[in-house]
């Protein structure tokens, strides 16, 4: 019995990891291309012509500086700033859809959108205020919390539905198209403004006021537990939840990705590297031949922001390089973000880089990782070939 009792319950944390992880794969396009667009409307001001950071883009237009072909300029990257932003707003809104339909199917997936919509812009409510009168209050937004909650709620109320509603054959349609659609659409609207709104609402308030209090101490904390839990197991699960959690503080533009995208990459350029310079640094090879090749696919990965080259490493000697690759993403992503890199944008790879608040730093923060892996990697193998405890192909 405790057995069928423990497979449920990870059949049932696998299934809920399946439902959040549907989610997130459609929500990324979305963030893709709104980062993508907004971040290229900043190229034009602030590199192309070198506008004061503290300007805002219309305020340049105004400015009566720019002309002719600047100025047009100026008015597509002002566009282009208002349409790629627009498009950020779509992202939880379609997480909390793809959530729903997930758990519950085509029928979940409208109120799904509707939820997260409510999440993202919540719905005025009337409140007596001074004066003895009533007036439209807009509460705090819920946000992502609000997203995951009533994705997953609207999801299992369509699927109980789906269920329990038995209709003949010739009202099947009546059922799918209007009757489960409308009972979710009003559940989702009760939910959204007694439950979901309030409790996701005071969370982020919450966790706003614990950074702000937190200050710079805070944001470090949380890059450091955010950079080891994205390099501990290279894509997996633990990666995956820490991604999760990233995702939702930096749609609602609470802390960015920084740190994360480095701890994505530095592992496996780190390891990558190390089979480049170990004759250099040693004056013997310190792998098997077959590990060359995987370094240089390691990299190569690695640039493309994809962590998984470094796993034929890892798994070879798991005890000594995950703690290495772990504290190393840790080092790297610590020096990029104390000098003040900053990425909001999801995405590791290296086309995405140009996209980063000071670049440099965020750089070096990458090679400073990548340096202390594959140094410390390659006298660590050799010091145990030199104590005969590993042997590895003669050159």
Known sequence: MEVKKRSRKVSGLQSFYKHIMTGISYMIPILIMGGLIGAFSQVIP????????????????????FTGFSLQLLKLAHLMESFGFTLFGFA???FAAFVANSIGGKTALAAGFIGGYVAN???SIIKLVDGGVYDKVTPVPSGFFGAIIIGIFVGYFVKWLNQNIKLSEKWLAFKTTFLIPLLAALACMIAMIFIVTPVGGWLNIQIRSILEAAGKQGEYVYALILSATTAFDLGGPVNKAAGFV???FTTEKILPLTARNIAIVVPSIGLGLSTLIDKKLVGRRVYNKEFYNAGKTSMFLAFMGISEGAIPFALENPVFVVPLYVISAVIGSMTAVVLGAVQWFPESAIWAWPLVTKLPSYMLGIAVGSIIIAVVNVLYRNHKINKGELEVDED
């Open 46 to 65: 602030y590199v192309l012509f070198k506008i004061d950071p503290s300007v805002n883009i219309l305020g340049a237009i105004n400015s009566g500086e």
């Open 92 to 94: 939880i809104p379609m």
């Open 121 to 123: 812009k919540p719905i």
């Open 246 to 248: 990233a995702l939702g």
